[in-house]
C-alpha cells in the first residue's frame, strides 16, 4: 500500500468541519461500507482499478468533460456534475469526499453499500442464524455491489437535479408574473438572470438524461458494467481460476460470493448479456431525470409565453405612440396651412383689395378653418380606413 500513497482512516467529523480539499483527495468505500481516506496521485489510482489515463482524465474537476458513465473491464468509471467516482466489484472510489455535495453521498454509501446480511448479523447472537437463512432465501433479491453504488450515485445526481429544478421554479413563475403585472428594468433583469440559470441547468439536465438514454440503447455498454458477473465467470471453474477474495474479513460475504461464483457458471455460457436488472435501474432513473427535464421545459415555455405578452403589450404602445404622432402630424399640416395665409397677407404687396381688407380678411379665415378641418378629417378617416389607427 505504500506506493498508493499515504492512507489516513475516514472521519466524517473532521470532514464536516474542513471547507477545502485538496484536488488529490479521494476516499476509498469497501463492501462493508468503511470508508479510508486516499491522498494519492492519478497513477496510484490507475494503478488501483486498472484504467487508463483517458478515462482518469474525465474524473478532472479542472477539465469541462459532460456526463459519462463508462464501463471498463474491472471498473465503472462515473462522472455526474459533482459526483465523480470508480466502481468496482468491491470498493467505490470517490473524488473530493470533504466537498459540501459529496459528503451526502458519502453518508448514503455507507448506509447501503453493507449487504443486508452483514446489517442484521449486528442485531444478536439469537438472531444471526435465522438472519443466515432470510439471506438465503432472498440471495436473488440482492443487487450487485456495484449496482448499489450506481444507484446512490443516480438518485443523488437525480435528486440534486430536482432539487434545483424546484428552487428555479419557485423563483421563476412569481418573478414572470410580476414582470407581466408590470413592465420594468428591475423584473426584466431578473427574469434575465432567471432564464439564463434555467438555461444552463436545462443543458446539465439533458447531459445526464443523454447519458442514460445512450446507456439504454445499447445493450453491450450494459453488459460491460456488471463487474461482479465478469469477475465471477472469471473466476468460475470454467475458467479455471480460484474465488477472489473480495472482503476476506467477512465469512458471510465470502460465502455470498461462492454462491455468486457457482450461479454465474451455470449462467455464463447464455446469459451473459442478459442486462435486464440494469436495465430496469437505469430506467427508473431514466424516468425521473425525464421528468425533470419535462419541468424546465414547461418552465421555458412558460417564458417565452410571458415574453410573446410583453412583446404584445409592447407593440400595443407602439401603435398608440404612432396614433398620437399621427394626430399630430395631421393637426401641424392643417395649421401650416394657416400660416401660409399669414404669409400672404404680411407681404408688402399693393393690391387693390388691401383698401378693404376687413372683410376680406374675415371670410378668408373662415374658408381656411373650414379647409383645415376638412382636411384633418380627411386624414383620419382615411387612416382609420387604412388600418393604421383604431376606430
Not at 163 to 189: F, G
Not at 242 to 270: D, E, F, H, L, Q
Not at 295 to 303: A, G, S
Amino acid at each position: 500500500m505504500a506506493r498508493d500513497g499515504h492512507i489516513v482512516p475516514a472521519d466524517p467529523q473532521a470532514a464536516l468541519k474542513k471547507k477545502t480539499a485538496v484536488s488529490r483527495s479521494w476516499i476509498l468505500l469497501d463492501c462493508t461500507g468503511e470508508g479510508t481516506i486516499l491522498d494519492v496521485d492519478k497513477y496510484a489510482i490507475m494503478h488501483r482499478v486498472q484504467i487508463h489515463a483517458r478515462d482518469l482524465r474525465i474524473l478532472d474537476p479542472l477539465l469541462s468533460y459532460p456526463s459519462t458513465i463508462l464501463g471498463r473491464e474491472k471498473a465503472i468509471v462515473l462522472n455526474l456534475e459533482h459526483i465523480k467516482a470508480i466502481i468496482t466489484a468491491d470498493e467505490v472510489l470517490l473524488r473530493d469526499p470533504l466537498d459540501d455535495n459529496v459528503i451526502p453521498i458519502v453518508e448514503e454509501l455507507r448506509r447501503r453499500l453493507p449487504p443486508s446480511n452483514l446489517i442484521h448479523q449486528g442485531q444478536g447472537d439469537g438472531k444471526e442464524h435465522l438472519s443466515g437463512q432470510n439471506d438465503e432465501a432472498g440471495e436473488e433479491d440482492e443487487s450487485p455491489f456495484e449496482f448499489r453504488a450506481l444507484e446512490v450515485a443516480l438518485e443523488a445526481i437525480c435528486s440534486f437535479l430536482g432539487a434545483r429544478t424546484t428552487e428555479l421554479e419557485t423563483a421563476a413563475y412569481p418573478a414572470l408574473d410580476e414582470l407581466t403585472s408590470k413592465i420594468s428594468s428591475r423584473n426584466l433583469d431578473r427574469v434575465r438572470k432567471l432564464k439564463s440559470a434555467m438555461t444552463r441547468l436545462t443543458a446539465r439536465v439533458q447531459k445526464v438524461r443523454d447519458e442514460l438514454e445512450q446507456l439504454l440503447d445499447d445493450d453491450d455498454d450494459m453488459a460491460d458494467l456488471y463487474l461482479s458477473r465478469k469477475l465471477a465467470g472469471a473466476s468460475s471453474p470454467v475458467s479455471g481460476y480460484g474465488v477472489p477474495n473480495w472482503c476476506p474479513a467477512s465469512p458471510t460475504i465470502g460465502s455470498k460470493i461462492s454462491r455468486a461464483s457457482r450461479a454465474s457458471a451455470a449462467t455464463i455460457r447464455g446469459d451473459e448479456n442478459d442486462v435486464e436488472e440494469l436495465e430496469m435501474l437505469l430506467e427508473a432513473y431514466f424516468m425521473q431525470i425525464d421528468g425533470t427535464l419535462n419541468k424546465l421545459t414547461t418552465l421555458r415555455e412558460y417564458i417565452d409565453d410571458t415574453e410573446d405578452y410583453i412583446n404584445i403589450q409592447l407593440d400595443n404602445h407602439r401603435n398608440q405612440l404612432i396614433q398620437l404622432e399621427l394626430f399630430l402630424s395631421s393637426g401641424t399640416v392643417c395649421l401650416s396651412i394657416y400660416s401660409l395665409v399669414a404669409g400672404i397677407f404680411g407681404m408688402n404687396i399693393p393690391y387693390t383689395w388691401n383698401d378693404d381688407h376687413g372683410y376680406v380678411f374675415k371670410w378668408v379665415v373662415i374658408l381656411t378653418g373650414i379647409v383645415c378641418i376638412s382636411l384633418f378629417v380627411l386624414i383620419i378617416s382615411y387612416a382609420r380606413h387604412k388600418g393604421l389607427i383604431g376606430s
